[in-house]
């Protein structure tokens, strides 16, 4: 079992920045991918950014240049730094692990606001 705790979620101005932060613990050894999601209301949830265990990364084109996915394995703890936000970016965020034999486990989420 894999065990996410997101943090760093809130309220902030148009243009401002916040740093997410994803703390796992459990079996997360060999783990395929972490990533963030969001979900505004009314939405599906979409991939934002994610990062394989080798450290490439892959971002959705509506944040590339804004945001950056990291990871500190000594820490097992991945961020998402969002910058120049916006207020589309508004949304609930998910953290989501792939483990090695590719189950999905998701955090209980971040609210993130962006005010115009």
């Known amino acids: 079992q894999v065990q996410l705790v997101e943090s760093g979620g809130g309220l902030v101005q148009a243009g401002g920045s916040l740093r997410l932060s994803c703390v796992a613990s459990?079996?997360?050894?060999?783990?395929?991918?972490m990533g963030w999601y969001r979900q505004a209301p009314g939405n599906q949830r979409e991939l934002v950014a994610s990062?394989?265990?080798?450290?490439?990364?892959n971002y959705a084109d509506f944040v590339k240049g804004r945001f950056a996915i990291s990871r500190d394995s000594a820490k097992n703890t991945v961020y998402l730094q969002m910058n120049s936000l916006k207020p589309e970016d508004t949304a609930d965020y998910y953290c989501?692990?792939?483990?090695?034999?590719?189950?999905?486990?998701w955090g209980q989420g971040t609210q993130v606001t962006v005010s115009s």
């Open positions: 459990g079996s997360t050894f060999g783990f395929k991918t």
């Open positions: 989501q692990l792939m483990d090695r034999s590719y189950f999905t486990f």
């Open positions: 990062i394989r265990n080798g450290g490439s990364t």
